[in-house]
């Protein structure tokens, strides 16, 4: 057993709760639980109990056993001094205060239903094989209850990322171009090449790339400052490249990236960063302060239409610098890294710009273009499928994604509405 079951137990008054008695055989009768605390210090605040005759305000702590306050070194904390009631499963020791008084304590063991043990110990103890600890009963709980569950958690998802992008800006003093540029590079280079393409952008200040509306200056900017210009490759192209680098580099005091950064590995050639880096040179010549004008669009459809953008001339026919494919044909930015894209980058964005300025419409905004990009394709989709949780848009996927890996990996089952509804089924 965890505290955090009796915490759960204590929260949701799930024992027998008539006829309580303190361990010298007082009468206890509970007020107010009080508030689950879930920062440091005693585990319910603002409780109030009769203990015979007098009635007490103040916290509740709860543990396995009595001896856990020792253990815990709740004697020498003041922040346990206002503690009113001793909750325990197992009563083991008595338990002074520092006046040497016993303090009241209750304990659950035989209070609390042995069914209700049992099932969280199905769930919490006994699910390790299984994808999700509740992979085996929640075709048990109502589509209803797992519905109204996962909307919540699109919001809290949103919520989250909001605090790095809020933490990212703080940084950039407040400026959200800037903040907006480096998230689009990030997503941008896909889980491989996140972090280079995170320091390019970083590496390469958008008031820099704003001085210039050409695609081929931005381009040799972003190879340059990638590392990918340090070579002697035979290519008109390249030397061009090279070239104008060289100027921008002293010009702007820039130092690049190392080139070794890059990864390929299980890579479509599609997705080199040599080909995202002249879709993003085309996106951004053609889009000064991208970020004011996405907030200004409404329509899904409109952004994506905005992020159609597609590689210069020479990677018509090359994937690398100097090595000529096979096949020749236009790459442009696909649907799906745009949905990508809207997913995790202008979504979360306009959900914290909304808020920072107040703007329940750009919030409403951010919730409805999840809600119009269709459902996406992932391992962690497809496993809530075979279980019989199906999604139809990126709103539902997004939320599943958080299930999984915010409480279903974290088997914070406790927490989570669909194991509420097993354990007390
Ligand atoms: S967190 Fe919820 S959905 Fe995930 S395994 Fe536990 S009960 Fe199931």
Same mark, same amino acid.
């Given at each position: ?38 920062d ?22 709860i ?13 020498s904390?003041?922040?346990y001094d ?9 009563? +083991? *020791?008595? =338990? !002074? ?5 016993? %303090? /009241? ?7 609390? &239903? ?5 099932k969280y +110990? *199905?769930? =919490? !103890? ?5 994808? %999700? /600890? ?5 075709k048990?709980? &109502?589509?209803f ?16 990322k ?19 540029y ?19 952008a970083k590496?390469t200040?958008?008031?820099i ?15 340059g ?18 070239k ?19 990864k ?25 302060r991208?970020f ?11 952004i ?27 790459k ?14 202008i ?12 703007n ?16 996406e ?19 539902q996927?997004?939320s ?11 088997k ?14």
């Amino acid at each position: 057993m965890k505290e955090d079951f009796l915490h759960y137990v204590w929260k949701y008054k799930l024992f027998n709760t008539s006829e309580l008695l303190t361990q010298s055989d007082e009468q206890i009768e509970i007020i107010n639980f009080g508030f689950h605390n879930t920062d440091a210090g005693p585990d319910f605040f603002n409780g109030k109990v009769k203990i015979g005759k007098t009635t007490w305000a103040g916290n509740i702590e709860i543990h396995i056993n009595s001896s856990d306050w020792t253990k815990h070194n709740h004697y020498s904390d003041k922040a346990y001094d206002n503690v009113i009631l001793h909750v325990v499963y197992n009563d +083991d *020791v008595v =338990i !002074n205060d520092k006046n040497e008084n016993a %303090i /009241p304590t209750l304990e659950l063991k035989g209070l609390i &239903d042995i069914s209700l043990i049992d099932k969280y +110990d *199905v769930l =919490i !103890n006994r699910s390790d094989s299984d994808w %999700i /600890p509740c992979g085996q009963q929640i075709k048990t709980v &109502d589509d209803f209850i797992i519905q109204n569950w996962i909307n919540r958690l699109a919001i809290e998802r949103l919520e989250r990322k909001s605090q790095e992008i809020q933490e990212t800006l703080k940084l950039n003093k407040n400026n959200w171009e800037e903040t907006f540029y480096q998230y689009l590079f990030k997503y941008f280079g896909l889980k491989v090449n996140a972090l280079p393409f995170e320091l390019l952008a970083k590496n390469t200040p958008l008031k820099i790339i704003e001085k210039h509306n050409d695609i081929f200056s931005i381009e040799a900017l972003l190879y340059g400052q990638a590392g990918y210009l340090e070579e002697e490759i035979e290519s008109e192209y390249y030397t061009q490249l090279k070239k104008e680098y060289h100027f921008l580099k002293s010009k702007f005091s820039l130092t690049p990236l190392d080139k070794s950064l890059w990864k390929l590995l299980r890579l479509r050639p599609s997705n080199f960063p040599t080909i995202r880096i002249s879709q993003l040179a085309n996106l951004l010549s053609n889009n000064t302060r991208l970020f004011t004008k996405i907030i200004e669009i409404k329509p899904v459809k409109g952004i994506q239409q905005l992020f159609v953008a597609q590689t210069s001339e020479y990677w018509r026919a090359h994937y690398q610098f100097g090595v000529e494919a096979k096949d020749k044909k236009i790459k442009k930015i696909g649907i799906n890294t745009i949905n990508n894209i809207i997913i995790n980058v202008i979504v979360p964005f306009t959900f914290v710009y909304g808020k920072a300025k107040q703007n329940e419409e750009l919030i409403n905004k951010s919730l409805s273009l999840l809600e119009n990009i269709k459902a996406e394709n992932n391992s962690i989709v497809e496993k809530w499928g075979e279980l019989g949780v199906k999604s139809s848009n990126a709103m539902q996927t997004q939320s599943l994604i958080e299930l999984k890996n915010n409480y279903c990996s974290q088997k914070k089952c406790l927490n989570c509405s669909i194991g509420n509804q097993i354990i007390q089924q």
